[in-house]
């Protein structure tokens, strides 16, 4: 199983971005996904989670400015980040609880991560 994350880059404050992530190889079945970041110097903090059901949850700090959204047919999550702050450097990351089988149990997986920078 491999997860690659995508769509980082640098923007000026308040300005936005989508990431992508993309969950591919032997999957049975997603749980849920999240979107992590960890910025420089700092530890890594959850922003962001979608269940296969389709519920979300975030972090205070991004509420009302992220949104986290999924395409379970095509095994894949997205970051819509808009009014985006220096803060908001950092290192994003995607997550996935994956079994690979009906007789396997769910199982932590992480992509490579994808940089985002926030400066004018």
């Known amino acids: 199983v491999q997860l690659q994350a995508s769509g980082g880059g640098l923007v000026q404050p308040g300005g936005s971005l989508r990431l992508s992530c993309a969950a591919s190889?032997?999957?049975?079945?997603?749980?849920?996904m999240f979107w992590y970041r960890q910025p420089p110097g700092k530890q890594r903090e959850l922003l962001a989670t979608?269940?296969?059901?389709?519920?979300?949850a975030y972090a205070d700090s991004v509420m009302d400015r992220f949104t986290i959204s999924g395409d379970n047919a095509k095994n894949m999550v997205f970051l819509q980040m808009n009014n985006l702050k220096p803060e908001d450097t950092a290192v994003y990351y995607c997550?996935?609880?994956?079994?690979?089988?009906?007789?396997?149990?769910?199982?932590?997986?992480w992509g490579q991560g994808t940089l985002v920078t926030v400066s004018s």
């Open positions: 979608i269940t296969s059901e389709g519920g979300t």
């Open positions: 997550n996935a609880d994956i079994r690979t089988s009906r007789f396997d149990k769910y199982r932590s997986y």
């Open positions: 190889g032997d999957i049975f079945s997603i749980n849920a």
